[in-house]
């Protein structure tokens, strides 16, 4: 892949792991080690391995002299390499809210924008994509008015701006599946949990969203946490598993991994209601509220 069969809605950090993806293509077409390949650019074979899984960013220089060094002569192939160090160091929407994100929300939020496919179960909360302004706020003050400040409303403008790509062109699939509790959980009250539900339904009309209730007698069967699966187009791009805990996150993405996570979904979208019984369940509890 080069820099112009990437889709427009590629981000930096997307961009950034298919990049590393094909320098170790080419370093291992080259016949060379990492150690080798750090030694030409005055660096360590560990970075050398973080540059190719898209962990850091690139310096032009550095890429340039890595691709002398695996013998990549025509111009035109090194210019898209080029290109897309570029398009990867450029900052995304988000990161004027770095002071307020942690790294590993950082690399999320950029991994979300480019996927094609979000798999997404919940136990505790509405997913963060289809939450309401006020169930936004509500989640981030841990339902307590008297704790919203302006580091609150700009978290919740976070959440606002990432609501966007379900509506771009291209958007992704989002497939979510909720755990029934989530509806009976009233964070900052009945009239704003309503309010969440009717956003829901509206939601559910649209034909890239899917959401999946799973009943009560069937909660923490199939998983014991919140997780999500993203899935990308570009096939230099692995699957990723994203699994948030107290002090930060973890992202998966061996085969293996992925497979657990992805037998995971199947046995949750069987144990929850149909798309359209989950409908039934949202008017119903709607309707109780």
């Not at 805990?245 to 497979?259: N, V």
Request: hydrophobic letters at 35%; charged letters at 30%.
């Amino acid at each position: 892949m080069v820099a112009g069969d990437i889709d427009q809605n590629t981000g930096p950090t997307a961009c950034r792991m298919i990049l590393g993806s094909q320098l170790r293509k080419s370093r291992e077409t080259a016949g060379l080690s990492r150690a080798q390949a750090g030694y030409e650019i005055r660096a360590s074979e560990s970075k050398i391995s973080r540059m190719e899984l898209g962990r850091v960013g690139f310096k032009e220089r550095d890429v340039t002299d890595l691709l002398t060094m695996y013998g990549v002569t025509d111009e035109e192939l090194r210019e898209e390499y080029l290109k897309l160090v570029r398009m990867s160091n450029e900052p995304g929407w988000w990161q004027s809210y770095n002071d307020l994100m942690p790294r590993w929300l950082d690399n999320y939020v950029g991994l979300e924008e480019a996927a094609s496919r979000i798999q997404t179960y919940e136990q505790q909360f509405v997913p963060g994509l289809m939450q309401t302004e006020d169930y936004a706020r509500s989640v981030s003050s841990h339902g307590k008015p008297e704790l919203v400040n302006d580091d609150v409303e700009r978290r919740v403008a976070i959440r606002m701006r990432r609501q966007k790509l379900l509506v771009r062109p291209n958007a992704p699939r989002l497939w979510a599946i909720i755990d029934e509790s989530v509806l009976h959980r009233p964070i900052g009250g009945e009239e704003i949990l309503r309010a969440q539900i009717d956003t829901l339904l509206e939601l559910t009309s649209l034909p890239n969203i899917s959401v999946q209730v799973v009943p009560f007698r069937y909660s923490g069967r199939a998983a014991e946490t919140s997780f999500s699966l993203l899935r990308f187009a570009e096939p230099e791009l692995p699957n990723i598993a994203y699994i948030e805990h107290l002090c930060g996150a973890l992202y998966l993405e061996k085969p293996e991994e992925i497979e657990v996570y992805s037998r995971a979904l199947d046995r949750l979208a069987v144990d929850a209601e149909t798309p359209e019984e989950s409908r039934q369940m949202l008017r119903k509890r709607r309707a109780e509220l």
